[in-house]
T-cell receptor, first 111, second 117 residues
Framework: GESVGLHLPTLSVQEGDNSIINCAYSNSASDYFIWYKQESGKGPQFIIDIRSNMDKRQGQRVTVLLNKTVKHLSLQIAATQPGDSAVYFCAERSGAQKLVFGQGTRLTINP | GAVVSQHPSRVICKSGTSVKIECRSLDFQATTMFWYRQFPKKSLMLMATSNEGSKATYEQGVEKDKFLINHASLTLSTLTVTSAHPEDSSFYIC?????????????FGPGTRLTVL
């Protein structure tokens, strides 16, 4: 069945370093992918999205890479800051279908 | 823009009572709203999808008589947990899909923490 998973459940990085969070998906029909950030006790916050006709998209300090060949999605955060500490979820969708969420990766920032 | 609110943000109730949670899209119209449940340290689990003016579509294993959903307008959906029990304690999150959005963008509310004693 459909599944979206993450390679690492936790990630710890030094403040100022770059962070890379990975996600694998299995539905080859998925054409839209989103990364969300969720802080403790809050709802998911949209970070960046990408459609399947692209392989890279950049935002402010964040970059999403999509590799459809191996069904892999990654989120890169440049110059990680304490405020980036959160759980990050990838999600995928096929057409107008429902979002399917990954398990989440907790990102912690070391001072 | 694209703000989704939930009310209340936190509720504590006694076992057997019913609790209503409201989800509003504040600055856009939402043809479709979604209700999720999230357990500690877990991902979001979709409970149901509701379209304005029609009955909600529930995911497998979600009791529709237990979790009543009403989507009365393009900006408001409500989730009522009927006869709540301690196992219903959870973090409930709604999401609204923007009508006419380019990529059917979906925006999330801040969540409601339900604790049933």
């Amino acid at each position: 069945g459909e599944s979206v998973g993450l390679h690492l459940p936790t990630l710890s990085v030094q403040e100022g370093d770059n962070s890379i969070i990975n996600c694998a998906y299995s539905n080859s029909a998925s054409d839209y992918f989103i990364w969300y950030k969720q802080e403790s006790g809050k709802g998911p916050q949209f970070i960046i999205d990408i459609r399947s006709n692209m392989d890279k998209r950049q935002g402010q300090r964040v970059t999403v890479l999509l590799n459809k060949t191996v069904k892999h999605l990654s989120l890169q955060i440049a110059a990680t800051q304490p405020g980036d500490s959160a759980v990050y979820f990838c999600a995928e969708r096929s057409g107008a279908q429902k979002l399917v969420f990954g398990q989440g990766t907790r990102l912690t920032i070391n001072p | 823009g694209a703000v989704v609110s939930q009310h209340p943000s936190r509720v504590i109730c006694k076992s057997g009572t019913s609790v209503k949670i409201e989800c509003r899209s504040l600055d856009f119209q939402a043809t479709t709203m979604f209700w999720y449940r999230q357990f500690p340290k877990k991902s979001l689990m979709l409970m149901a999808t509701s379209n304005e003016g029609s009955k909600a579509t529930y995911e497998q294993g979600v009791e529709k008589d237990k979790f009543l959903i009403n989507h009365a307008s393009l900006t408001l959906s409500t989730l009522t947990v009927t006869s709540a029990h301690p196992e219903d304690s959870s973090f409930y999150i709604c999401s609204a899909r923007k009508a006419g959005g380019l990529y059917n963008e979906q925006f999330f509310g801040p969540g409601t923490r339900l604790t049933v004693l």
